[in-house]
């Protein structure tokens, strides 16, 4: 059994930060890819940040220069550090990891339950 456990949302003002963590704990042999989407309501969820095994980054463009992804692999950690928050960035955030279970011979995407992140104006 794998989990996915975040912390970190809450309501901030605009302009304020968070820094949301997600940890990954099971029956895990490897982790590749990890990362963060969001979904505001009555919207798609997005892609936000997602980074690689090796350190690799990736954001979409509305938050360049904001958000910040970073990971501990020996804690199986992701983290996103997010700063000068807009009222706009308010959702449920989610974070996923592709890794490859003890028990299987391929990588999943492995989901977390979603943390909400509000930013009043």
């Known amino acids: 059994q794998v989990q996915l456990v975040e912390s970190g949302g809450g309501l901030v003002q605009a302009g304020g930060s968070l820094r949301l963590s997600c940890a990954a704990s099971?029956?895990?042999?490897?982790?590749?890819?990890m990362g963060w989407y969001r979904q505001a309501p009555g919207k798609q969820r997005e892609l936000v940040a997602t980074?690689?095994?090796?350190?690799?980054?990736n954001y979409a463009d509305s938050v360049k220069g904001r958000f910040a992804i970073s990971r501990d692999n020996a804690k199986n950690t992701v983290y996103l550090q997010m700063n000068s928050l807009k009222p706009e960035d308010t959702a449920v955030y989610y974070c996923?990891?592709?890794?490859?279970?003890?028990?299987?011979?391929?990588?999943?995407?492995?989901w977390g339950q979603g943390t909400q992140v509000t930013v009043s104006s």
């Open positions: 980074i690689s095994s090796g350190g690799s980054t």
């Open positions: 996923y990891a592709d890794l490859i279970s003890t028990w299987a011979f391929f990588s999943t995407d492995y």
């Open positions: 099971g029956s895990i042999f490897s982790i590749n890819g």
